[in-house]
């Protein structure tokens, strides 16, 4: 029998190039979306292209559309030839549809929302794109279980992300590339695409381009910007200017050693606690100084980005047995990795070049009025700078079963277990006055969206304790098997039974308030086990939480109470996200662990999370941001991210973004920095309330993030 596809499913599907690919055609690809799109001689590509214009009403090519999913279930990757010739990054979101009426959204880190108003995706992949560079952009479809947030680096391609809820390959309804940024008059962006095509095997990379991206310091070669190093003498001049100008800095006469405020004292206990003193809450450090922590994440002196499959970008390669240079290198599982912010450290001073770093970043950093050395930092050089600190933990227990994501199976004696040698690493740390506290651990993947843990479990029949214990939970919650299976439209013999049933829906209303019920009971659980063991261990330093990258859901509230401080990653603009309602919740003060802003207009062609035009309207996003969130009574600290730019090329992620307070060769952004000078030197006399905020507020652009 014929079988007879949708039309629109034909319109789109047009050869097979090879048994394992399938192409969509591009001429019916323009016949779709004519508004956007038209059929040109390429400029990045010698052949007839899509051409792409993004207009204020419309940014998204539908690419397919139609019922015969099959095709989605019989391919492992997703790949679209793209080049692009704007000055900033290429930001592509491949979105997922499914026939269904609209349930929720997709919230990005930075509190946007994916889709537009008319429609939601029920799946997102954001994909970054260097301009000026012929990228196959691949998306792998393993990632439509929702199971993973991040994917893997594909050369040239930059950092990819995936959120939304689960996804059967044959269900999928619909598949479009939503193309950012845009906005007029700054950002009017134009894209050229090559091939769109289904593939078994992942495609062989593009040859090399005509000239490198990077060049020996690892700067980008497509742009000249004030304050690019222009040789190796002018890298020379900067770096030991830096290191003879280090000594003479000292914090200002009216702080403390630690960096704290002579203005205002509590009772000392020699270490930093929390106070609230009937006014607003406070930091004290050791000697009884009120204080709030003002620091920069990633203080540290590399910079790396992956090289391996992009070696053709690089002007300059060291030779890795070079004894100057070996250093240099590192790796990530099978990645290799270079960092040209260290090279260029050791092209000026050779052997002493770390022990240089340390003197040039001690002084900058009381230079800058800074009294923290936050998170992800180097703890051997904060521990030598007599700076206060912040501690990362690592290896939060985990378990070999996983419920959703990375949540394990808290239930299990491995859980406890591994909680226990969690905990030891702070052995090392027992009795350091410097260290403020330690940080449970960052951002869990199962905090990325409004996730019900206890029903996402379900997903699989595979065997857990935890779902042993929501068995035996829902048991004391039902007077007999009889009266749970009516309230949850089931017939099974036992609860026992349920723990080796698979869910893609709720079974019922009530089905839904037991799993959000229990999805409580795991997170408690995920909290209090851990936070028993390290309080066994160390006492006196402060529990400063998980730094949720955003309150998803109030599941991220639950157990609250065992932190000292409530921490959240805070991308917000203008100011920091709300956080009187986290302190009222959870009654704890709040600390942000991330911020920034970033701009194109320097060596970088990505804003990183929240963006600004210009190096100047940084400094001024910067003081807002600040001194609005310093003049909030919860508030007690506010820490940067970060240090250093990240590579052109991309970190091991994909990142490569204009976020530092230093470019790779460690020459200040002279405009951020001073209005950072500015909010530092009266943060004290704007968290008491005896000087205003900062309230400029600059104009909004989009963030090119990936």
Known sequence: MKTILPIFAVVFLLSCSSPSQKDFSLKNIQSKNPEISSLQSGTGFEQQVLQIKPSANNQSLAIWEGKNAEIWTEANYLVCEIWHPNDFSAVLNVEFFRNETRAGSIVAQSGDLAGDAKETPRMAGKIGVLPHLKTKMIFPLEHLDGQEIFMPRFPRQLKGTVLGSRLKPEDISKVAIRFAPFQEPHFLPEFELAAVYLTNDLPEPFSAPEKPVVDQFGQWTSKNWPGKTSGEEDLKNLLESQFENASITTFPDNWSKYGGWKAKQFEATGFFRTHHDGNRWWLVDPEGYAFVSVGVDCIRDNATGVISGQEDLLEWVPDKNDPVFKDAFSGRGEMVLLDYYKTNLMRVFGENWRENWETITSGQIREFRLNTIANWSDIDYARKAKI???????????????????????????????????????????????????????????????????????????????????????????????????????????????????????????????????????????????????????????????????????????????????????????????????????????????????????????????????????????????????????????????????????????????????????????????????????????????????????????????
């Open 388 to 706: 206060p600190y912040v501690l990362p933990l690592s290896e939060f227990p985990s378990t070999e079963v996983k419920l959703f994501r990375d949540f394990p199976d808290v239930f299990s004696a491995g859980y406890l277990e591994n909680a226990k040698r969690f905990a030891n690493q702070l052995e090392n740390f027992k009795g350091d006055p410097y260290l403020i506290g330690y940080f449970l651990r960052n951002e869990p993947h199962w905090a990325f969206g409004s996730h019900d843990i206890a029903f996402e479990m379900f997903a699989t029949t595979q065997l857990s304790e935890s779902k042993n214990m929501f068995a035996r939970w829902l048991s004391t919650q039902y007077p007999n098997i009889g009266e749970f299976n009516q309230n949850w439209n089931l017939e099974l013999e036992s609860f026992e039974a349920l723990t080796r049933q698979t869910f893609d829906e709720y079974p019922s209303e009530k089905a839904k308030e037991d799993f959000w019920q229990f999805s409580e009971i795991l997170v408690k659980q995920y909290v209090n086990v851990p936070c028993d063991e390290v309080e066994k261990v160390d006492p006196d330093h402060l529990n400063l939480g998980m730094r949720y990258a955003w309150i998803s859901s109030d599941l991220l509230y639950k157990a609250g109470d065992r932190f000292d401080v409530f921490s959240i990653n805070g991308y917000g603009n203008p100011g920091p996200p709300k956080t009187e309602e986290i302190a009222r919740i959870s009654g704890k003060p709040v600390m942000i662990g991330e911020f920034h802003f970033g701009a194109t207009d320097r060596g970088l062609p990505a804003t990183g999370i929240q963006g600004a035009l210009t190096q100047e309207e940084r400094g001024k996003a910067y003081r807002y941001y600040l001194e609005q969130g310093l003049a909030r009574p919860e508030l007690i600290g506010i820490h940067y991210f970060q240090w250093l730019d990240q590579p052109i090329f991309g970190r091991f992620d994909g990142e490569n973004y204009n976020i530092g307070f230093m470019d790779i060769c460690n020459r200040p952004y002279k405009e951020l920095v001073e209005a950072a000078i500015k909010s530092h030197s009266k943060m004290y006399e704007v968290a008491s309330g005896e000087l205003p905020p900062f309230s400029d507020v600059i104009e909004r652009v989009p963030s090119i993030h990936y």
